[in-house]
């Protein structure tokens, strides 16, 4: 049986609600440069206090979920292709930014989602 595009949508929308661990290894911020044609990935430092929450090493403040933050990235990683990306964030980087195995694989769907929109003209979000 063949899905329809609406549902996978269903699916996707569905999982993206579930409730998620975040990883002490930091977070990620995907966008795509058209102009470089370029997928390109901010990485932010945190740690995780006993709530759960990711919480700003310089202030000790959480970090809000929704809305805009000022802070200073530690690295840019740009890659042509998702693969490329993957592979400079998890094979050549002296020490991982990700300690977590579902965020890992959040990543790697997500760099697939922007490497098809570079390629498309379409539009890129970050879920």
């Known amino acids: 049986m063949n899905l329809t595009s609406e549902e996978i949508t269903t699916i996707d929308e569905k999982l993206s609600k579930r409730d998620i661990h975040l990883d002490p290894g930091g977070y990620f911020i995907i966008f795509i440069d058209r102009e470089a044609s370029l997928i390109c990935a901010k990485h932010f430092t945190n740690f995780i206090d006993d709530r759960g929450l990711a919480i700003d090493p310089e202030t000790g403040k959480p970090i809000p979920a929704k809305g805009k933050v000022e802070r200073q ?55």
Not at 81 to 108: N, P, Q, S
């Open 73 to 127: 990235e530690t690295t840019i990683f740009t890659a042509r292709t998702a693969k490329e990306m993957c592979v400079k964030i998890f094979e050549e980087t002296r020490t991982c930014h990700v300690k977590m195995l579902d965020h890992a694989a959040y990543l790697g769907r997500e760099f697939v989602r922007a490497e098809i929109a570079l390629l498309y003209g379409k539009e890129y979000i970050q879920d």
